[in-house]
């Protein structure tokens, strides 16, 4: 079996890929690059162009972008349930939240970190997604009847991603905080998977920070 590499940073999006690769229950080497010249050098822009991480290797195959990672993980280690099968009618909802997480709402919630907000709907048009309410609208009335996970009882690789987001958005406060937010985030934040992630990051950020 190919040797999976994990290039990342535990004060990054990075983190979001390791709670990937917790939740498939495969073993990994993770590689901590520190911000600027280390995600420079020849050999790593080789892999990653963008100079950034995180940056998966498996094999031959070499992913970037974290939303990324998380759909080929899952379509990677199928037997670890992350997602629905290809020809499933839930594979259409499965696509459209990740993806919606990974567009939407990192836009608009960037988008509203910087300031930069329209209340004019030609401009909001233009956005794409409008405006951080209406994508946090959205979001919340998918949650409104009380599924724990964007497929409804079966959690995801979609899950990752927008937990994380989610997670990191009412803890930074880009998101504000909503029942239905809150109840998600504490959810997935208990997972086993997340747990063991996050205190390894949370560890290796600590070091960082003390060195």
């Known amino acids: 079996m190919s040797e999976l ?8 999006r990075g983190r979001i890929a390791r709670w990937m690769l917790e939740e498939t229950g495969q073993s990994y080497r993770a ?32 992913v970037t972008e974290a939303a990324a990672i998380c759909a080929y993980l899952a379509d990677a280690f199928p037997d670890a349930g992350l997602a629905p099968p290809p020809q499933s009618s839930a594979r259409g909802s499965y696509y459209r939240w990740l993806f919606f997480a990974a567009g939407p709402v990192e ?8 300031n930069v907000t329209t209340e004019d709907p030609m401009l909001q048009g233009r ?46 406060g880009g998101i504000p905080e ?13 997972r086993p998977a997340a747990v063991r992630a996050r205190e390894l ?11």
């Not at 909503?178 to 208990?190: E, H, K, T």
């Open 5 to 12: 590499v994990l290039y990342t940073n535990p004060m990054s």
């Open 31 to 62: 590689e901590i690059l520190a911000f600027g010249p280390p995600m420079k050098t020849p050999d790593y822009l080789a892999l990653n162009p963008m100079g950034k991480v995180p940056t998966l290797v498996h094999g031959p195959a070499v």
């Open 107 to 114: 836009a608009a919630v960037t988008d509203v970190s910087l």
């Open 127 to 172: 956005l794409g997604y409008g405006s951080l309410g209406r994508v946090l609208d959205t979001l919340e009335r998918h949650f409104s009847d009380g599924r724990p996970y964007v497929l409804g009882d079966t959690f995801s690789a979609a899950d990752v991603y927008l937990g994380a987001a989610v997670i990191w958005g009412m803890m930074t």
């Open 178 to 190: 909503r029942a239905v937010f809150r109840a998600y985030a504490d959810r997935l934040g208990a």
């Open 201 to 211: 990051d949370d560890a290796l950020a600590g070091h960082m920070t003390a060195g």
